[in-house]
């Protein structure tokens, strides 16, 4: 197994480049300079990313949520949207941390850039599930929520396959591991977190 190091913070000795510029393993400054990119798919995600700005305080309509909350659902129901938002919200929470380390490996300014977004973006929506427990149920079982995998064995194997994943790579950061993370990544977000959503 390959192990990869780390960019320094700054490297003075450094070629940022846009012809020796590669997405990790390349030699950075540290600088972003994002006036020259070689990448300009991540410019252009950049653009969309912020795009998609949008912060859970501007969210209306949560009252109707919690009437329908108690009233509309089954105790099934109930049960199912806690295990759905206790898993939505370990997902966003373990992507808020997850992505920085990551971004420590990859030594192309507009990609590291996207992620830093993405990170932000993952503690806005862990947030936004903390302003929907607030309007749809009472603070002794938003607890319950936070935790549910604890007494749910399939929400715990889940977290635990994903965590393990990302704690491979911290743990031993090889050209293995962070392939496998980068593509858990990509598949959380694209599989996860669609099916919590549809």
């Known amino acids: 197994m390959t192990e990869i190091k780390p960019n320094l913070l700054f ?31 991540a410019k252009s995600l950049y653009q969309v990313m912020v795009g998609n700005f949008w912060v859970p305080e501007k969210v ?22 806690k295990g759905t938002i206790s898993f939505l919200t370990f997902l966003d929470s373990i992507q808020t941390v997850n992505i ?6 990859v030594t192309s300014p507009e990609v ?8 932000y973006q993952e503690a806005i929506h862990s947030q936004s599930y903390a302003t929907i427990l607030e309007s749809v149920v009472d603070s002794k079982e938003r607890e319950e929520i936070y935790y549910f995998w604890r007494s749910d064995a399939i929400l ?10 990302y704690q491979d790579f911290i743990d031993t950061p090889s050209d293995a591991t962070f ?20």
């Open 11 to 41: 490297n003075p000795k450094g070629d940022d480049t846009v012809e020796h510029r590669t997405i990790i393993k390349g030699n950075t400054t540290g600088l972003f300079n994002l006036n020259a990119v070689k990448y300009p798919w």
């Open 60 to 81: 209306s309509g949560l009252k109707d949520d919690a009437r329908m909350f108690k009233s509309d659902l089954s105790e099934d129901e109930q049960r199912a949207y």
């Open 100 to 105: 920085p380390h990551l971004s420590d490996y």
């Open 112 to 119: 590291n850039l996207i992620l830093s977004i993405q990170a």
């Open 156 to 165: 715990l194997k889940r977290n635990q396959y994903i965590g393990q994943i």
């Open 179 to 198: 392939f496998r993370a980068i593509v858990a990544n990509f598949l959380l977000e694209s599989l996860y977190f669609y099916n919590g959503f549809a």
